[in-house]
């Protein structure tokens, strides 16, 4: 598969996928307008940069693709926004998402099939609301996950 934002974005929602809990990790291009109580925890994505480096003349270069996962558990008011409750709830992707995207086989796969030389989970945030974490107006409990993604 090529290196690009496609193949990149879609291979991680595959693996998102086999997280014991989540209901939906979109592809890329196909994040919804608004989500709904029996689509969540859902994952969207979107890459907010990337950098070009010169390798050699005009014509190799390495790009480097910083993709963000922003995971959306629950609303912040469900619950009666009891923290305890949907904190409960939260928290424990942060561990999830770790030991996926540490497992060797996993990161084997995904340089593979996406032609890259890292594609690594390199942090997340946990919190609540805007920016990131509002959807269609609406705040959500959840995570935002950073990765970077490097070509050849």
């Not at 608004?34 to 979107?46: D, G, Q, R, V």
Request: glycine letters at 8%; proline letters at 6%; charged letters at 15%.
């Amino acid at each position: 598969m090529p290196f690009n934002e496609v193949t990149a974005t879609n291979q991680l929602a595959a693996q998102e996928r086999a997280i014991a809990g989540i209901r939906n990790s979109f592809d890329y291009a196909r994040n919804p307008d608004s989500l709904t109580a029996n689509m969540l925890p859902a994952a969207i994505h979107f890459i907010p940069s990337f950098v070009a480096e010169e390798r050699g003349h005009h014509n190799v270069w390495r790009n480097t693709l910083t993709l963000q996962s922003v995971l959306f558990v629950v609303p912040r008011e469900s619950q009666g926004g009891k923290l305890r409750f949907i904190e409960n709830e939260a928290i424990p992707y942060g561990q999830k998402w770790r030991d996926r995207f540490q497992t060797e086989s996993v990161i084997a796969g995904l340089l593979e099939n996406t032609a890259a030389t890292r594609f690594f989970l390199i942090g997340g945030d946990y919190g609540a609301g805007p920016p990131l974490l509002e959807y269609a107006g609406i705040p959500y409990i959840g995570w935002i996950f950073n990765f970077t993604v490097v070509s050849a």
